[in-house]
């Protein structure tokens, strides 16, 4: 049997992984903001989240270029701090990748049951994920090229979109009530700016299938986080301009809308318009891409733990004949399936953020101090302006899990009540190398 994944990954195909990772955000979650802040208060929010993002992305190319495992930030973490802190950062790092996807399958099968009513959420849910995992275990080369077709559908989409309403957009509309809650309202809006682009780290965990992960991995996340952020500013323009923040947020019945898009694209133009019924159609290729991808990268991280002995170690097998994470993908998924049956959307996405940020800090510190202990590392790809942007990155993310856990004090608890029972059973059970 293999031991080693196999290296098939392009620049192109690493760009339409980035890309699809995180395109999910776009199209529903990031309105929610809305109702903290208003749209000054979710501008600034976004604002600050995309000097994170930015500074992060160049950051996490020097430690996914010099340490390229599929572990990702685990790896960089065990590696500068040792199995300790390694252990921390890469249970975060599963913690994000198992929460995300059971949020956007939600919306999956929310999306399909609003064009098809006989067909249930939950089991479109379910079935999502089935399909899904079955083509992971396929092959990474047949995954990330149905990623890359589905992303691109995605992203013209979302040009389609912004071309189609962008004619109605009104600076009075924009600014309409435009602050609320004041300063309070930015904090409380910063989970839902950074699920404009969670997920995009997800690059990484795929570096061992990089053809050339030296200069290839730069390439793909480089160009990802710039079309993700062209994107997000298109899509918070056009979708609040049309008719105001209140009018892609609450529906008519009061309640908080999941689809601001459609809401939008329904006051540019007629409900019954092929627009109108194009855009909820491709908007669930949107969703199937995000979803797709962090089972992918999932998959990868939680291969990594049973390679080394983290978690069980039939999680760090390889399929003899496909050459993918089989086992970690198929637990990830049950551990999915189970979370959707809590149908609490909102606080699933709240954990994958507190994961994503604990993640983020960490490997922030691991570039830093792998600067300092490892100086001669071969470094193909070195972050500019350092140590500026990692530092930058670093305190905008302990900002933002500070102000995340003061506005969700009781998910807080579960979250970090998690990692301690995790990191007890790690220290109990862990014999060391074999």
């Known amino acids: 049997m293999s031991a080693h994944l196999k290296k098939t990954l392009s620049p192109l195909l690493l760009w339409g992984l980035g890309v699809g990772y995180v395109i999910s955000g776009m199209y529903f979650g990031w309105n929610l903001g809305l109702e903290k802040g208003g749209t000054l208060g979710m501008a600034i929010a976004t604002f600050i989240i995309i000097i994170m993002y930015v500074c992060f992305s160049f950051s996490y190319c020097e430690l996914s270029c010099a340490i390229p495992k599929a572990g990702g930030g685990f790896d960089y973490a065990n590696r500068a701090f040792g199995k300790d802190i390694g252990f921390i950062t890469g249970l975060a790092q599963i913690i994000e990748f198992v929460f ?23 089991p479109a849910a379910i ?9 992971n ?11 890359l077709f589905i992303t691109i559908l995605a992203v013209a989409e979302l040009l389609l979109f912004f071309g189609v309403t962008i004619p109605y957009f009104s600076s009075e509309k924009l600014t309409l009530n435009a602050s609320t809650n004041g300063w309070e309202g930015i904090f409380a809006a910063i989970p839902f700016a950074i699920w404009f682009f969670l997920g995009i780290e997800g690059v990484a965990n795929v570096a061992e299938e990089t053809i050339n992960p030296q200069k290839d991995i730069t390439k793909g996340f480089g160009s990802a986080i710039l079309t993700l952020v062209i ?20 529906k008519a019945d009061g309640s908080l809308s999941d689809s601001p898009l459609p809401m939008a694209m329904g006051m540019a133009v007629s409900t019954d318009s092929m627009m109108y019924h194009l855009l909820i159609g491709v908007g669930l290729f949107g969703l199937i891409a995000s979803f797709h991808g962090l ?35 198929i637990v990830n998924t049950g551990l999915g399936i189970a979370t959707l049956f809590t149908n609490k959307t909102g606080e699933i996405i709240t954990i994958a953020v507190f994961g994503a940020l604990t993640l983020y800090i960490l490997s922030m510190m691991s570039l830093l101090q792998l600067r300092k202990s490892e100086p001669n590392l071969e470094r193909p790809f070195v972050v500019p302006l350092y140590p500026a942007l990692p530092i930058t990155a670093l ?40």
């Open 231 to 250: 994107l997000c500013i298109m899509v918070f323009v056009a979708t609040i301009g049309v008719g105001g923040w209140e009018k892609v947020v609450y």
């Open 127 to 135: 079935g999502a994920y089935l399909l899904f995992t079955a083509l």
């Open 137 to 147: 275990i396929f092959g990474v080369k047949i995954a990330a090229t149905f990623e």
């Open 295 to 329: 089972i992918l990268a999932g998959g990868r991280a939680t291969m990594e733990f049973g390679k080394i002995d983290f978690a069980p170690k039939f999680l760090g097998k390889v399929h003899p004949k496909f050459l993918t994470p089989a086992n970690a993908l």
């Open 395 to 434: 305190l905008i993310g302990l900002f933002s899990l500070i102000a995340m856990s003061y506005y969700n004090p009781i998910l807080a608890l579960w979250y970090f009540g998690a990692i301690v029972l995790g990191f007890a059973l790690f220290k109990i059970f862990y014999k060391g190398e074999k």
């Open 100 to 122: 995300a996807p059971p949020a956007i399958a939600i919306a999956i099968g929310a999306y399909l049951n609003l064009s098809f009513p006989q067909i249930p959420i939950l």
